[in-house]
Each structure stands twice: as structure tokens, then as C-alpha cells.
């Protein structure tokens, strides 16, 4: 099993789950951050650290999110790792609750 990241994280990026993860599953893209399914171990310390409430395990998924699991392991072949927690952009807290983000999605 593994977590994965939501539509919520797009244009917010906090990056608190980031500093918790001990794998380093947690990959960057420009404006949403994806979970590595190969890597991530299922320890459930990231979920409680995202502000956004972007993250779930998988087998919480709804079924209108389902394909944000092969959306993050798309994604987390092509962008790179993160390591170290990063400041949000400075508009994040506009954009964390706004619906249908996945519009604006940059890969």
C-alpha cells in the first residue's frame, strides 16, 4: 500500500511532509508534489503533516480520486526527489480548499 497526493496540494506545495518522510518517496514537480509508489513503506507520517489535507492512503481513496494514484506514479518517474521542506508559494493559502485545480496541473 501506499499514500498518495491529491488534487488539494496542486498550487499549494507545502512541503511539511517532506521533512517527516524516512525514504524520501516524496517527489517535486512545479507547482504539486507526488509520492513515489515503489518507495513509499506506509509509515502514515506524512499524512498528518500536510496543511492541505492532500494526502491519503490508498486504500482511502474516493473513486472520483483514484487516478491521482497512477497520476503520482507517473509523475514521480519524471520529476525529481525532495528532501528538505521548502517554503510554500506565497499564494498558498488562496489556492488550499479551491475545487478543480487539476487544470492547473504544470508537468
Known amino acids: ?36 509508489p515503489d ?11 500536510c496543511p492541505a489535507e492532500a494526502i491519503v492512503s490508498e486504500d482511502d481513496l474516493q473513486p472520483d480520486q483514484e487516478h491521482f494514484l497512477q497520476l503520482n506514479e507517473e509523475l514521480a518517474q519524471q520529476w525529481p526527489v525532495i528532501t528538505q521542506r521548502k517554503n510554500p508559494p506565497d499564494d498558498a493559502e488562496e489556492w488550499d480548499g479551491v475545487a478543480d485545480k487539476l487544470q492547473y496541473l504544470e508537468k
Open 1 to 36: 500500500m501506499t499514500f498518495v497526493v491529491l488534487e488539494n496540494c496542486i498550487r499549494c506545495k507545502y512541503t511539511d511532509c517532506v521533512d517527516v518522510c524516512p525514504v524520501d518517496c516524496f517527489h517535486e514537480g512545479p507547482n504539486f508534489l507526488v509520492i513515489d
Open 39 to 49: 518507495e513509499c513503506i506506509d509509515c502514515t507520517l506524512c499524512e498528518p503533516e
